[in-house]
């Protein structure tokens, strides 16, 4: 089971949107429209500086040093996020049935400190960051590293995500994808709440 993280894990749109926020603060440009908070909360951070700063332009280059040289702590946006409603719960039940849990995201080193915060390592056997690979999603590259290092069939792995580009990533690896609270980018399997997994999980032993 591979779930992407914003959106999906927690709800991270407070956070995400402070942190560009404030980096528009300092490289002295006004704060973000809605479209911009929505690509930020499912893109990396580079491409995200890109979008709002403009291509190498110089407040661009101002927002990538600001964070190159560490002078914004990224731990300070982490409690911003909320755990996602029975999530660590539908976890534990997953992992007594054995199924293998994974988390392939497009977050950075951030992700360090949001496995630290919530004690995340417990509750998954691998996480793949968009530094851990040379094509960030929606590029197949994530998830194939996630399916062969368990030496799985693509058949018996599944991606939750919420956003398009969870689906364009599941559809490009070949893996099946279940929409989370987003029933525009739904397919064929849609959950609302991640209780609602197991019962699509003993449906599908059941079928």
Not at 81 to 95: A, C, G, N, W
């Amino acid at each position: 089971m591979i779930y992407d993280c914003d959106g999906v894990l927690f709800d991270s749109f407070e956070a995400n949107t402070r942190l560009y926020n404030d980096l528009c603060v300092w490289v002295g440009r006004g704060p973000l429209s809605k479209e911009e908070m929505q690509y930020v909360h499912i893109h990396t951070v580079f491409e995200a500086i890109r979008l709002i700063f403009g291509k190498e332009s110089d407040l661009e280059k101002k927002a990538l040093e600001i964070l190159k040289e560490k002078q914004v702590d990224l731990r300070n946006y982490v409690e911003y996020l909320k755990i996602e409603p029975h999530l660590f719960q539908t976890l534990e039940k997953l992992k007594e049935k054995g199924i293998l849990r994974a988390i392939n995201t497009n977050r950075t080193t951030s992700m360090e400190y949001v496995m630290e915060r919530f004690d995340l390592d417990p509750y998954f056997e691998m996480v793949v960051t968009a530094l851990d690979v040379n094509n960030p999603k929606p590029h197949p590259e994530s998830i194939e590293k996630i399916v062969a290092a368990f030496k799985l069939k693509k058949e018996e792995a599944v991606f939750i995500g919420d956003s398009e580009v969870d689906r364009q990533t599941a559809e490009s690896s070949g893996v099946r994808f279940i929409a989370y609270k987003n029933r525009e980018i739904a397919n064929d399997l849609f959950i609302e709440d991640h209780l609602d997994l197991l019962d699509l999980i003993l449906n599908h032993k059941a079928s």
